[in-house]
């Protein structure tokens, strides 16, 4: 069968943290908060590098980015992006009690509406670590989608509740919901390529050449044009990470390939809308 272009889906994603991780981690010396800050230069280098190419994208956004850097925030809104809910304080929620996770869930979403109009569509949590409550929670806030889970690559697919896992017994899933998941993968996150990161409990040695991971990004999408028909793959970056200037470079080239392999670029709502009318389809 030959594959339709239009069906392979790229979202542009990027998790506009700037200071609130290091924060969320007690990583609160002026250098470590300034690595944060430079998601502020690399945010407007983003912006201008989407328009100039005419692609929409998706920005996840902390209720603390918000609030500390309207402008930059604002920005985001008038280049007609989506912005969706990366919780208000960077905490994982899986660090949350359920009333704790519910306050920051419902805080940043009051944010979000602040800024843009209207609530937010979609989540991504902090470091990707779901609670057993977040689904439930995301669903009464009147979420459509979810990015923060692996169990899938291009195929997005029904995100779950009430998992029974007990060690020593088979795993028990849980019953499907109306919440669409888009998957996400750590190999597909600027992050942990690039970044360095030396405390007392952790080395993440990053530093890795740019050129070479934007090649292996390109060859995923060229995988998934072969191996399905439609699909969705998304890309995670942090504007103070891919924000550096070589890595920048790199990245402008990735679009231009992607662009002349007939790439769809889509906001993650839109894609998730587009995953929800297959997915109902197909039962």
């Not at 230069?41 to 850097?69: C, D, Q």
């Not at 809104?77 to 519910?102: K, L, M, T």
């Not at 090649?215 to 044009?225: A, V």
Request: hydrophobic share 35%.
């Amino acid at each position: 069968m030959t594959k339709n272009p239009s069906d392979h889906v790229v979202c542009l994603t990027f998790d506009f943290d700037t200071e609130s991780g290091f924060i969320a981690r007690d990583l609160t010396t002026p250098t470590f908060l300034s690595r944060g800050e430079f998601g502020l230069v690399g945010a407007s280098r983003i912006l201008e590098t989407l328009e100039r190419y005419g692609l929409p994208s998706t920005w996840f956004i902390p209720g603390f980015t918000i609030e500390s850097h309207p402008k930059a925030s604002e920005d985001v809104v008038a280049g007609g992006h989506e912005i969706a809910h990366h919780s208000w304080s960077h905490i994982p929620p899986a660090n949350q009690s359920r009333d704790e996770e519910h306050e920051d869930l419902l805080r940043a979403n009051e944010a979000i509406l602040r800024l843009s109009g209207k609530k937010a569509r979609g989540y991504r949590s902090p470091s990707w670590d779901l609670s057993e409550n977040t689904i439930e929670l995301l669903i009464s806030e009147g979420m459509e989608y979810d990015s923060s889970m692996m169990g899938s690559d291009y195929l997005p697919t029904w995100a779950r509740k009430n998992d029974i896992v007990e060690l020593g017994n088979p795993i028990k899933y849980g019953d499907e919901t109306n919440l669409i998941e888009m998957p996400i993968s750590w190999s597909l996150d600027d992050y942990p390529h690039f970044e360095f990161m030396r405390t007392p409990n952790l080395a993440l040695p990053g530093l890795n050449p740019a050129k070479l991971v934007m090649e292996d990004w390109w060859n995923e999408f060229q995988y998934m044009k072969k191996t399905v028909n439609r699909g969705v793959l998304t890309y995670t970056m942090h504007p103070y990470v891919i924000g550096r200037g070589y890595r920048m470079f790199a990245l402008e080239k990735l679009l231009e390939k992607l662009i002349d392999a007939g790439a769809t670029f889509m906001k993650m709502e839109d894609a998730a809308q587009k995953s929800r009318r297959i997915l109902l389809d197909a039962n």
